[in-house]
């Protein structure tokens, strides 16, 4: 399964970006999908989860700035950033696991399938 971010860039605090993540056609509705964020020289960490049937999960750090939704006609997984803040820097990476929910929602070695990431920078 082959997952393709897009939507990182730079911003000022207090702004907004939007990333968006791509996954195929066939597999797409059967998965559950979550974004992860990492800054070099420290792990993986969970950032927001919707599994097939739609309902959310959201680190505590973006609860009320983040929202992820999921588009099944586009096959897109999508992660809607307000009010960044320095501390959201980080490079944003697209997952998802075949299945209907996942327990823990945020747990990362749950995830077989990722994007290569895209760079987020909040200054």
């Known amino acids: 399964v082959q997952l393709v971010e897009s939507g990182g860039g730079s911003v000022q605090a207090g702004g907004s970006l939007r990333l968006a993540c791509v996954a195929p056609e066939n597999t797409y509705n059967r998965y559950c999908m979550a974004w992860f964020r990492q800054v070099a020289g420290r792990e993986r960490g969970g950032v927001a989860y919707?599994?097939?049937?739609?309902?959310?999960y959201y680190a505590d750090a973006v609860k009320g700035r983040f929202t992820v939704s999921r588009d099944y006609a586009k096959n897109s997984l999508y992660l809607q950033m307000n009010s960044l803040k320095p501390d959201d820097t980080a490079m944003y990476y697209c997952?998802?696991?075949?299945?209907?929910?996942?327990?823990?929602?945020?747990?990362?070695?749950?995830?077989?399938?990722w994007g290569q990431g895209t760079q987020v920078t909040v200054s």
């Open positions: 919707v599994d097939q049937d739609g309902p959310t």
């Open positions: 997952a998802a696991q075949y299945g209907s929910t996942m327990n823990p929602p945020l747990d990362r070695d749950r995830y077989n399938y």
